[in-house]
């Protein structure tokens, strides 16, 4: 084969083969490299280089009031314990090819624990956050702190952290839980271990880490930089509530958005999982926006709608959704909305792959996604 040879034309031409006389066909040359564990690049360029970002992640809805019926079901059937860590259902996104993983980078679930029940401590590689849609009188363990749950707090157990979770009442409670496993998976990074004992010990008195860096915008004077995660392990619904508050009467809407910081750096929560909340004003509809990477979100407040690439997701509490790569987003409250959104954007900055565009025309929805 020469390089004048152009392969698409050239199919039924027949080339000189490598190293010897033969003359062989296009396509027995293609299979000559395949038999060498070798592809030619020439057939698939645009399908590895596109012009720009083609996710296999597609948008995707899941209803609170679909899920929770079966998160209750497992609950009945589901033991849990040692070897059985966590009773959770994963939101599994239909282009990803049956994995359950919500997007290419993420993991969004919702996870159950029964009245009176604990899940075992373990630790892992990969980083998770919960965030608590409803219930209380629930802790999660973090490295010994006990953090108390409650609607609207986030939870992070940073990779490797030991964590385990604690439900001494009696109602069941459920959250969702956010994890980057499926970019740690294709990093081929995970490692998983049980913790010695059945839970660990934590100290008697909760929530030490929000003692000692709880609040807004302060860190104990002295305490070192802990870049690997944020020391704060709870984030406390009553502080993003005021920060989201402040914001919106300081610019006005049709959003606030805020992210959780490692206050000791002022980076990302963790390295791998970028959490944020969003406030959205009724009435007003955010201007539209693409960025490289996924986000999912889970309704905390309200209801709304959002048009992701011309089509309308609507929204009510409990509700988690998908955002795809490079995808056009527009949001609309239809009463007063927060939103929490994890999404993989620090480390696509921290690789320096992080875009992100606003773009001028509003989209027209054109079709409504049908929840299952
Ligand atoms: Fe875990």
Known sequence: MT?????????NRRFRGVGDTLEVSYDEFCGALAAKD???????????????????????????????????????????????????????????GGLPYTSSTLWGAYQYLGAHESAPGHRHTPSALRFVIEGTGVWTTVDGDACDMSPGDLVLTPSWTWHDHSNPTDAPMVWFDGLDLPLAASLEAVFFEPYPELMQKSAPDHNSSERLFGGRAVKPLGEPANPRHSPLFVYRYRDTDEALEALLKERGGPAASIEFVN??????????????????????????????GSSVYVTFKGRGFTVVNGERFDWERGDAFVTPSWATIEHQALEPADLFAVTDRPVLEALHLYREERLTTPQEATRNFQPK
């Open 3 to 11: 390089a004048t040879d152009h392969p698409g034309s050239s199919r």
């Open 38 to 96: 070798l592809q030619p690049l020439w057939t698939q360029a645009a399908k590895l280089m596109p012009n720009e970002p083609i996710p296999r992640t597609l948008p995707w809805l899941w209803k609170w009031t679909t899920v929770l019926p079966l998160a209750q079901r497992a609950g009945e059937l589901i033991a849990i314990g040692r070897g059985g860590d966590r009773r959770v259902l994963a939101l599994a996104n239909p282009g990803l």
């Open 263 to 292: 206050p000791t750096n002022g980076s990302s929560a963790m390295p791998t999982l970028g959490c944020e909340m969003h406030r959205l004003v009724p009435g007003q509809r955010t201007p539209p926006r693409r960025k490289v």
